[in-house]
């Protein structure tokens, strides 16, 4: 019984200090611009036109090699790092969205919010200051917003977010159907778009139920005159579904995998390429 309690020690003391120092190399990396943003396409799944792309942030680690945001972005959160990391991917993203335009590529820009930032009430200020050191118009911006994200403080997020929305900026609810209380989360929400999680859209072209619940999820947002995009989209059926079933975006390994900026620009050249 002794034993056991010290080896459990062991390890969360092991675990603990891991930590620490994950804490101190990621402080390390933003403040040294070490972190990096990829782009993931979002395009009409019957057409194949671009509508805009995600912004995800990568973390390559000198020792650990890359490191999941799974993994960072809980981290950065817990540890006050999240907005000097928000900032980051924000002012970088508008910057990259930027530099599609005037290549001709007309497109938006996502980027994700995490927890903390929606109960930051500076974040509105901060938004509107970092689209006009890019010169771009707000509604060139969508923030993707998790449901879990909203619950800790339901009454100042909304606020926050509706101060976003009176800016111009675009406003998604992303991982849609896997939150606790969905379909309240959406009707409180001021939101644009709702992004079906990739756990109902990786199964739907085997799996009755996904199937199911991804044309409910599809018939709700037209209903409530939402932009839907599905994430998560493998493979050609998939797609061919989604269009038929009249779903706005995709986005998904299928039309292409999150891609370095340059990759982004060489792919959405060979698009616009006759
Ligand atoms: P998310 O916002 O739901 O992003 C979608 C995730 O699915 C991304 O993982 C993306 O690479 C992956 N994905 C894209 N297409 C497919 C596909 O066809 N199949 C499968 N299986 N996966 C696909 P990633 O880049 O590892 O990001 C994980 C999560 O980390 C994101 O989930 C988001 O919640 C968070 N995250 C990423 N970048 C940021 C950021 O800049 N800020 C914040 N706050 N969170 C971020
Ligand atoms: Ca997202
Ligand atoms: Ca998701
Ligand atoms: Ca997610």
């Given at each position: 019984?002794?034993?056991?309690?010290?080896?459990?020690?062991?390890?969360?003391?092991?675990?603990?200090?891991?930590?620490?120092?994950?804490?101190?190399d990621l402080?390390?990396?933003?403040?040294?611009?070490?972190?990096?943003?990829?782009?993931?396409?979002?395009?009409d799944p019957?057409?194949?036109?671009?509508?805009?792309?995600?912004?995800?942030?990568?973390?390559?680690?000198?020792?650990?090699?890359?490191?999941?945001?799974?993994?960072?972005?809980?981290?950065?959160?817990?540890?006050?790092?999240?907005?000097?990391?928000?900032?980051?991917?924000?002012?970088?993203?508008?910057?990259?969205?930027?530099?599609?335009?005037?290549?001709?590529?007309?497109?938006?820009?996502?980027?994700?919010?995490?927890?903390?930032?929606?109960?930051?009430?500076?974040?509105?200020?901060?938004?509107?200051?970092?689209?006009?050191?890019?010169?771009?118009?707000?509604?060139?911006?969508?923030?993707?917003?998790?449901?879990?994200?909203?619950?800790?403080?339901?009454?100042?997020?909304?606020?926050?977010?509706?101060?976003?929305?009176?800016?111009?900026?675009?406003?998604?609810?992303?991982?849609?159907?896997?939150?606790?209380?969905?379909?309240?989360?959406?009707?409180?929400?001021?939101?644009?778009?709702?992004?079906?999680?990739?756990?109902?859209?990786?199964?739907?072209?085997?799996?009755?139920?996904?199937?199911?619940?991804?044309?409910?999820?599809?018939?709700?947002?037209?209903?409530?005159?939402?932009?839907?995009?599905?994430?998560?989209?493998?493979?050609?059926?998939?797609l061919a579904?989604?269009?038929?079933?009249?779903?706005?975006?995709?986005?998904?390994?299928?039309?292409?995998?999150?891609?370095?900026?340059?990759?982004?620009?060489?792919?959405?050249?060979?698009?616009?390429?006759?």
């Amino acid at each position: 019984q002794r034993r056991r309690d010290v080896e459990v020690y062991d390890s969360t003391a092991d675990r603990a200090s891991h930590r620490v120092r994950m804490t101190g190399d990621l402080r390390d990396a933003i403040a040294a611009g070490a972190l990096t943003v990829h782009y993931q396409p979002k395009t009409d799944p019957a057409t194949g036109r671009v509508h805009g792309a995600e912004a995800l942030v990568r973390w390559e680690h000198p020792e650990h090699g890359r490191v999941s945001p799974e993994e960072f972005i809980p981290l950065a959160e817990q540890t006050g790092l999240i907005r000097p990391l928000t900032t980051l991917v924000l002012d970088t993203a508008l910057a990259a969205c930027a530099g599609w335009r005037r290549q001709g590529h007309h497109l938006g820009v996502a980027v994700n919010l995490s927890t903390r930032s929606l109960t930051d009430t500076e974040l509105p200020a901060q938004v509107g200051e970092a689209l006009r050191r890019a010169g771009l118009p707000p509604a060139a911006l969508t923030l993707e917003i998790t449901e879990t994200a909203v619950m800790a403080d339901l009454a100042r997020s909304v606020a926050v977010l509706q101060e976003l929305r009176a800016i111009g900026v675009r406003l998604s609810v992303d991982d849609f159907g896997t939150g606790q209380s969905s379909l309240a989360y959406l009707k409180l929400l001021p939101v644009h778009e709702m992004k079906i999680d990739k756990a109902f859209v990786l199964g739907l072209a085997d799996d009755q139920g996904d199937a199911a619940i991804v044309r409910a999820a599809l018939s709700l947002g037209r209903a409530m005159g939402l932009w839907v995009v599905a994430e998560g989209v493998e493979d050609g059926t998939t797609l061919a579904l989604l269009a038929e079933w009249g779903c706005d975006s995709v986005q998904g390994y299928h039309v292409s995998r999150p891609l370095p900026p340059a990759a982004l620009e060489a792919w959405l050249d060979a698009r616009h390429a006759p």
